[in-house]
């Protein structure tokens, strides 16, 4: 049997120490450890898939919380059954003792409250990254009214530029749409939308 971990931030600037200190302290060797600096509202993600495929039966799982396993309900219940029934490893979460799949529940009740633990707190991690989307939405409307222009020196963007690069990332109007309006060639446009979600999305 073999014991490997997981960890996940979201964005590249973030720091994943406080959840591999947590698996260093479990015991789980440096090259079991798998980390993304990767959204959670799927599951394509470089590391998490290499670890998967090398998962058997008997295998554990180790993950700091639930929502560093992923950030959308439906999608993490799936993946914590294909792990658990499909593969037959075992999944512990640190931060939430009741849900660890080694201790096999003796009756339907102790089923049932694991059940519920994971779908309830599986419900929160989705909620979370919604509102979280919401509060950057809103910081994007905001810079828009206020006329507010960011980026990194020289460049600057005009109020038109940032109102058209919104309807784009809010999926209001297609990308070629989007690029004929600011008059950019492709590698450019995402240069420049990738820049304006980093900061503001």
């Not at 102790?110 to 309830?120: A, E, H, M, R, Y």
């Given at each position: 049997?073999?014991?490997?971990?997981?960890?996940?931030?979201?964005?590249?600037?973030?720091?994943?120490?406080?959840?591999?200190?947590?698996?260093?302290?479990?015991?789980?060797?440096?090259?079991?450890?798998?980390?993304?600096?990767?959204?959670?509202?799927?599951?394509?993600?470089?590391?998490?898939?290499?670890?998967?495929?090398k998962m058997k039966s008997g295998d554990l799982l180790v993950i700091k919380?639930?929502?560093?396993?992923?950030?959308?309900?439906?999608?993490?219940?799936?993946?914590w059954a294909h792990i658990t029934n499909t593969i037959g490893a075992d999944?512990?979460?640190?931060?939430?003792?009741?849900?660890?799949?080694?201790?096999?529940?003796?009756?339907?009740?102790?089923?049932?409250?694991?059940?519920?633990?994971?779908?309830?707190?599986?419900?929160?991690?989705?909620?979370?990254?919604?509102?979280?989307?919401?509060?950057?939405?809103?910081?994007?409307?905001?810079?828009?009214?206020?006329?507010?222009?960011?980026?990194?020196?020289?460049?600057?963007?005009?109020?038109?530029?940032?109102?058209?690069?919104?309807?784009?990332?809010?999926?209001?109007?297609?990308?070629?749409?989007?690029?004929?309006?600011?008059?950019?060639?492709?590698?450019?446009?995402?240069?420049?939308?990738?820049?304006?979600?980093?900061?503001?999305?």
């Open positions: 049997m073999n014991t490997y971990a997981y960890a996940r931030v979201s964005a590249k600037d973030q720091n994943l120490e406080r959840q591999l200190a947590a698996f260093h302290s479990f015991g789980i060797e440096k090259n079991r450890i798998f980390a993304d600096k990767k959204s959670g509202k799927d599951f394509e993600r470089k590391e998490y898939k290499k670890m998967i495929k919380s639930i929502d560093r396993l992923g950030r959308n309900y439906d999608r993490i219940i799936a993946e999944v512990l979460v640190l931060d939430m003792p009741l849900l660890d799949t080694r201790t096999k529940a003796e009756t339907l009740v102790g089923k049932f409250i694991s059940d519920i633990v994971l779908q309830v707190l599986s419900f929160v991690a989705e909620n979370e990254r919604e509102n979280i989307k919401q509060r950057q939405a809103e910081g994007i409307r905001a810079a828009i009214g206020k006329g507010i222009k960011f980026g990194r020196r020289p460049t600057e963007y005009s109020n038109e530029f940032l109102s058209v690069a919104y309807d784009y990332i809010e999926k209001r109007i297609s990308s070629e749409t989007a690029r004929h309006l600011l008059g950019l060639k492709k590698n450019n446009f995402y240069y420049h939308i990738y820049r304006i979600k980093e900061l503001y999305y």
